[in-house]
């Protein structure tokens, strides 16, 4: 342990990770001028970025790729010496008016290729397409014909707007991460290492692990847990699925509905608030609304996601007989109330922020708690050792989200420039033929195909250009739009035929990476209307009174588990196609409608009535064996 660290202290990535850090909490209590804060915290990230993924793989000799990193490391110093040396001009600047010179597009030119380069090593060539296509489109789109082209904008001019402007590559992206996302990943790098990811496992274990369908329970309240200190769902698999997934297999579950249980699981923890995958903030700055809002928004989403997934995972025990877990399953879990104080840095986050304090403040006092509170009992104890890989883990994390986010403006800039989300939008409404419904199912297929591949936080800002406009000129709300968007691009996440989640899960079990996808994709059913549920009724997204979200919240919940139950085609016994067929229709009617309609009403009553005697003749029949042979 005392080697590692000494190592860790050694790595020059460690003490840039720790100025990292410094500066970011400087900020926090001393802002400075945009071009100067966003420039310095995009450069640094780059610099971590190319430092912590060295160039590999080209088949040139190692010390040409060597030399090649090299120049990318001094081109990255030079971008963050000109942002200095500039600052003054580029803040008072005046937009359109002022000169460019030829060194400030030498800039814009090296800026875009190393962030071009960097998301390359971060995540890969997907997104490095997307944005390639959106360039090619900023300079050749004035060849194009009708509605697709734009008037042609100039080299010089998108130099200032990409690189010298605070609405290019250091807009509303870039300023997310500077003033949230950076301190959230500080976060949930501190509580797991502390310690609280392995609580909420054990936590996990201990409240669910003993009842039927313990092994998948235990991975879908684990991750959901996780959920509120993680905004990965692969961070999650591997985090969590290393222990969840051989667990599941003990039981008797095939590996690949093992993989498929956690990779979905962990996807849910993105629309676990309070810190939602990193998107809630981008979606708090682009609807312009306190962060909170967005995280009351995201409660009964996130409660009817995994209600749903734990309903199906009871049912598909009781259905098929396997997944529980056996008492030596459940041995050896270290005693959770020692530890009961490892929740407290997650109780002064929301308390923080239900009481008002911003959200940086708030998840600043309980990161400090997640240092000091360990230290209040033996058990929960860490070394002074381990903080260096604390710093080290801070500053990988948000330099490998920070690059890419910031890259996608250049992705917002291209289409505010060429007013392509309109168009898109205007088109979008005429391939549905006007209709509502089928223009929801493209806005679905085309968030999902988005998604496909891309980090959600980039497939969400992307899609919230594409699809939102289109959704509001539908009639529908702007929260209602944007969550709408961001939970069917977070479903992508276990979608076919790209699906990261699925095939960072099929990893760990060692499965199929493409049959684990298919399974997780067909356990998703039960998760996919929900969008629609608050698409019909805004209370579900915290917008009304506290009896409307209340019985919306209820309804929600009743109509998703009739839904599951249908899916599953199982209560106390096996479902013939009549039955599934009636609860499908009353759990798809009740979720897809406004709460309080006829048809809700109907649905719903239809639903619960048919549950009821359904299990009331289950236990007679259980009962009363004999009734069975009659």
């Not at 998108?158 to 690189?163: N, Q």
């Not at 700055?285 to 009817?304: D, K, T």
């Not at 056996?326 to 308390?351: C, F, N, S, Y």
Request: net charge neutral; glycine share 10%.
């Amino acid at each position: 342990m005392v080697s590692n660290s000494n190592a860790t202290l050694r790595d020059p990535k460690t003490w840039l990770a720790l100025g990292f850090i410094t500066f970011q909490f400087w900020i926090l209590f001393n802002p400075q001028q945009p071009h100067l804060e966003r420039p310095a915290h995009l450069v640094i990230a780059l610099l971590l970025t190319f430092l912590a993924i060295p160039l590999t793989g080209t088949g040139l000799p190692r010390l040409i790729e060597r030399t090649i990193d090299g120049l990318i490391l001094l081109a990255t110093i030079g971008v963050g010496i000109y942002y200095w040396q500039e600052m003054p001009r580029l803040t008072t600047r005046i937009e359109n008016v002022s000169p460019i010179e030829w060194y400030d597009m030498a800039l814009a030119g090296t800026l875009v290729l190393l962030l071009l380069e960097a998301v390359r090593r971060t995540v890969g060539m997907i997104l490095l397409a997307v944005i390639v296509a959106f360039i090619a489109y900023g300079a050749f789109g004035y060849m194009l014909p009708g509605e697709i082209g734009f008037g042609q904008i100039e080299l010089d001019a998108w130099s200032e707007i990409l690189a010298m402007t605070t609405s290019g590559i250091l807009g509303v992206t870039t300023e997310t991460s500077v003033n949230f996302i950076f301190y959230f990943i500080v976060f949930g790098v501190v509580y797991s290492a502390v310690g609280g990811g392995q609580l909420f496992i054990d936590i996990a274990m201990r409240a669910v692990g003993k009842s039927r369908g313990g092994g998948a329970k235990v991975a879908i309240v684990g991750s959901s847990l996780m959920g509120t200190i993680s905004g990965s769902a692969v961070a999650n698999v591997t985090a969590t699925g290393v222990f969840t997934i051989p667990l599941m297999r003990r039981t008797g579950m095939s590996g690949e509905r093992a993989a498929a249980v956690e990779a979905i699981a962990s996807t849910g923890g993105q629309l676990m608030p309070p810190i939602m995958g990193i998107a809630a903030f981008v979606m708090a700055e682009l609807l312009v609304v306190p962060y909170v809002q967005v995280a009351l928004a995201g409660v009964f989403p996130a409660l009817a996601f995994y209600f749903a997934l734990f309903a199906s995972a009871d049912l598909h025990a009781r259905k098929h007989g396997v997944g529980t877990l056996t008492e030596d399953d459940l041995k050896g879990i270290a005693p959770v109330l020692p530890r009961l104080h490892m929740l407290v840095p997650v109780i002064v986050l929301v308390a923080g922020l239900m009481m008002g304090y911003s959200a940086q403040i708030a998840v600043t006092l309980a990161t400090v708690t997640c240092l000091l509170i360990p230290l209040a009992r033996a058990e929960t104890r860490y070394p002074l050792s381990s903080l260096p890989a604390m710093i080290l883990d801070t500053g990988k994390q948000a330099a490998t989200i920070a690059v890419p986010i910031a890259a996608i403006g250049i992705v917002i800039a291209v289409a505010i420039q060429s007013n392509l989300a309109l168009k898109f939008a205007s088109g979008l409404i005429s391939v549905g033929g006007g209709s509502y419904a089928i223009s929801l199912i493209l806005v679905v297929l085309g968030c999902i195909v988005m998604g496909m591949g891309l980090p959600t936080v980039a497939a969400y800002i992307i899609g919230a250009i594409l699809y939102v406009p289109a959704l509001e000129t539908l009639g529908v709300e702007p929260l209602q739009a944007h969550f709408f968007v961001m939970y069917f691009c977070i479903l992508s996440m276990v979608t076919p035929p790209v699906s990261l989640a699925s095939f960072a899960a099929a990893g760990v079990a060692k499965t199929d990476a493409m049959k684990t996808s298919m399974v997780a994709f067909g356990m998703c059913g039960v998760a996919f209307l929900i969008p629609f549920a608050f698409i019909a009724d805004k209370a579900l997204l915290f917008q009304g009174s506290y009896a409307e979200i209340a019985i919306a919240g209820t309804g929600l919940i009743v109509s998703t588990l009739i839904w599951a139950m249908g899916l599953t085609g199982f209560i106390v016994r096996n479902l013939n196609l009549m039955e599934r067929g009636l609860l499908l229709a009353c759990g798809a009617a009740a979720m897809i409608t406004r709460t309080g309609s006829l048809i809700w009403s109907a649905a719903m009553v239809t639903g619960v009535l048919y549950v009821a005697l359904h299990l009331a003749l289950g236990r007679r029949q259980c009962r009363h064996p004999a009734i069975n042979s009659k």
